[in-house]
Nanobody, 123 residues
Framework: QVQLVESGGGLVQAGDSLRLSCAASGDTIRRYGMGWFRQAPGKDREFVAGVSWSGGTTLADSMKGRFTISRDNAKNTVSLQMNSLKPEDTALYYC?????????????????WGQGTQVTVSS
């Protein structure tokens, strides 16, 4: 069974950048659909970005122009580059995967989840 571990979160100021990484072990994720979600205190978990097995990507509207999702199959990882961070981006960020290579947008569509990495943006 595949395991996912996120890293790269931290405390930054508004306007700064962070790069999150999701490392997979136990299975190759080359043919998986992969995604990033986030959850802030008192709010539901929301879709951030998705990437298909072939490298096609989709971003939530509020992240377009600021965030980029990508995958490195040689390293069995998925990354989320976050630029121009805002205080409202503060949340626990999760990596997710499914054994089917399309992009998925809902929590229940994913089979595997990491434990999350905290991103805090101060004003």
């Amino acid at each position: 069974q595949v395991q996912l571990v996120e890293s790269g979160g931290g405390l930054v100021q508004a306007g700064d950048s962070l790069r999150l990484s999701c490392a997979a072990s136990g299975d190759t994720i080359r043919r998986y659909g992969m995604g990033w979600f986030r959850q802030a205190p008192g709010k539901d978990r929301e879709f951030v970005a998705g990437v298909s097995w072939s490298g096609g990507t989709t971003l939530a509207d509020s992240m377009k122009g600021r965030f980029t999702i990508s995958r490195d199959n040689a390293k069995n990882t998925v990354s989320l580059q976050m630029n121009s961070l805002k205080p409202e981006d503060t949340a626990l960020y999760y990596c997710a995967g499914r054994k089917f290579g399309a992009i998925f947008y809902r929590e229940y569509e994913y089979d595997y989840w990491g434990q999350g990495t905290q991103v805090t943006v101060s004003s």
